[in-house]
């Protein structure tokens, strides 16, 4: 697939040019933008292409806009992520501790899971420690989607619940979804978008809204996806 940065880069500058404020998941959950303003949450879920990531983010930076950027544990990249919270966007987690447990331990059972809870939150809390200590403010997470959780019919984001992340003192991305006016996702070619299109945003002049980005759809890494595949291979 060729690159869509001009795409991207003209997605954006439309935004602008609408009266449109670009703003964190984190902004948005303690309510600190202007009220009366177009908003909408700019959310990367980085699932394996740093490369393309990062000439995402020179976009965004270019027009001085906010975002949301969440690293899988495989992804962390400690200079990108520095660059992205010292341009007052918002580096977050994207967590994955059910499959990686299953895929680790031979889990193959919704049951198994559940029998391993105890050891997948130990997993979890870990983690959650580990990005704390790269030295960003950990205000969000984010559930990531694998196969494995395809294969078991249990999503990651079925480890957490409010008490733990008032215990944790973070949100997960999803639960400030149900505030929103309309919500869209980037997907792979033919169909580039599901459940609307972005310029609906702009016809329909939307107050609150989400863009869910993958960083992998708007570009090629052939090294990186070839590597990606092998893993799976590996795994399976």
Do not use: F, G, Q, V
């Given at each position: 697939m060729k690159n869509r940065f001009e795409e991207y880069y003209k997605l954006l500058e439309d935004f602008l040019k609408n009266d449109f404020e670009f703003i964190t998941v984190q902004d948005f959950y303690r309510k600190n933008y202007n009220v009366d303003s177009k908003i909408i949450i700019l959310r990367h879920d980085i699932?394996?292409?740093?490369?393309?990531a990062k000439r995402m983010f020179e976009i965004e930076k270019a027009f001085g806009i906010k975002s949301t950027y969440y690293f899988r544990l495989k992804t962390v990249n400690k200079e990108f992520m520095k660059e992205i919270y010292n341009n007052s966007s918002e580096v977050g987690y994207h967590f994955e501790e059910i499959a990686t447990f299953a895929k680790n331990n031979n889990l193959n059972t919704r049951k198994d899971v559940e029998n391993n809870r105890k050891n997948i939150l130990a997993e979890f809390r870990k983690n959650i420690e580990y990005f704390k200590e790269l030295g960003f403010p950990l205000s969000s997470i984010s559930s990531h989607g694998d196969w494995k959780n395809r294969e078991l019919g249990i999503r990651n984001l079925e480890l957490i619940n409010?008490?733990?992340l008032a215990e944790l003192n973070i949100i997960e991305a999803y639960s400030v979804e149900e505030d929103l006016d309309y919500r869209i996702?980037?997907?792979i070619y033919p169909v580039f978008w599901t459940g609307g299109k972005p310029e609906e945003i702009i016809q329909k002049d939307i107050k609150k809204s989400l863009i869910l980005l993958h960083p992998r759809n708007w570009g090629s890494c052939i090294p990186t996806r070839l590597a990606e595949d092998f893993g799976r291979l590996m795994k399976k």
């Open positions: 699932d394996s292409d740093i490369k393309i409010d008490d733990l996702a980037d997907n």
